[in-house]
């Protein structure tokens, strides 16, 4: 909406030939046009796409008011293309390449400068922009690469049967450009900041975790403790299986697998005999509460039932508000 909408006034004002004549401008052709529901994704971005519209009205108001249609082609001048990513105006990335991860969700990679890095912080989302039948619709995704990762990022996505974004990603090829702006949220993590952190997580809601988790490996003088609980349907649906396999062989990780669809462990791996089938329960959770090594620091991401399911038995397990961070 935000860049779009500045490309606009700049079309318009060059149609008109208006270069600073109120007379012959056509102001309500160049208002911002407010943002439908479809175009907020929802996560608590800043600025969200409500606050853009809002500054551009307010600059819109303001050429108006001193009918002065250049005010608006200054504000457009002002962006700098060459910075990698905006919280406020979109940018392009080509797409490298498309792994699938299981029947229904995706790695995506997505091109940088040689040697250029997103500059993220661990555990930040962009916004995705997409245009499904002429609705423009915008939906959070965090970047699952080294936040260090050099030339590159990769998103793991989800495509849901009857989702209007899906509907976009599904039309994806390699060489395809796709609009992102951000970075937004985070977690401040620093190494040894905590004893051990305690990873709770549904589905693609591992995303946020998988930089936090490879920032603490990765680090030899870090020696937090890391317990990582995710829970897919079934085996099959497990996403970066050798990822999380190999994360587990180090020293400071555990690993648990809970399966919500899964009828037997038996016929499973045997690295992945210590799993759950069902939900994570009080029981369940107590267990894992139990057997951590240091006080946890509880971090959790999954749907919105999720992760209230998560906090309300963590704070009833004892553990405060204080010592939990949801995505």
């Keep these: 909406m935000d860049c779009h909408w500045r490309e606009r006034v700049r079309e318009c004002m060059e149609e008109r030939g208006v270069m600073g004549d109120p007379d012959g401008t056509d102001w309500q052709a160049l208002r911002p046009v407010e ?22 009205l307010e600059l819109w108001e303001k050429a108006k008011d001193r009918g002065d249609p250049q005010i608006l082609r200054r504000a457009k001048d002002k962006e700098n293309p060459s910075v990698l990513l905006s919280s406020e105006a979109f940018r392009d990335f080509k797409i490298l390449s498309v792994e699938q991860e299981t029947e229904d969700t995706n790695r995506y990679r997505f091109q940088l400068p040689p ?15 997409g245009r499904v039948n002429g609705l ?46 951000g970075p937004f949220g985070g977690f401040p993590y620093k190494p040894k900041k905590f004893g051990e952190l305690l990873m709770l997580c549904s589905g693609t809601g591992l995303a946020p975790m998988i930089p936090i988790l490879t920032s603490v ?7 937090t403790f890391v317990t990582l609980v995710v829970c897919f349907r079934t085996f099959k649906h497990i996403y970066m299986k050798n ?25 499973l ?12 329960n009080s029981t369940f959770l107590e267990m894992v509460l139990g057997t951590c090594r240091r006080k946890p620091y509880t971090l959790i991401c999954g749907s919105v039932s999720f992760t209230d399911d998560m906090i309300h038995m963590v704070n009833e397990l004892g553990y405060n508000k204080d010592s939990i961070f949801s995505f």
């Design 35 to 56: 943002p439908t529901p479809a175009q907020c994704c929802g996560s608590g971005c800043s600025p969200c796409v409500y606050d853009i519209y809002q500054a551009d």
């Design 115 to 129: 040697g250029a890095s997103l500059g993220l912080n661990l555990g930040q989302h962009l916004v995705l922009r």
């Design 136 to 181: 423009d619709i915008q939906r959070a995704y965090t970047p699952i690469s080294s936040i260090d990762a050099k030339g590159y990022f990769d998103v793991l996505i989800k495509i849901y049967e009857h989702g209007l974004m899906s509907q976009y990603i599904t039309c994806w090829r390699e060489g395809d450009f796709v609009s992102w702006r």
């Design 243 to 267: 990822f999380l396999q190999e994360q587990a062989r180090f020293w400071n990780v555990r690993l648990f697998y809970v399966f919500s669809q899964e009828q037997s462990l038996e016929n």
């Design 217 to 223: 490996t990765d680090n030899e003088d870090d020696e």
């Design 269 to 280: 791996p045997m690295s992945y005999k210590n799993s759950k089938i069902g939900r994570i």
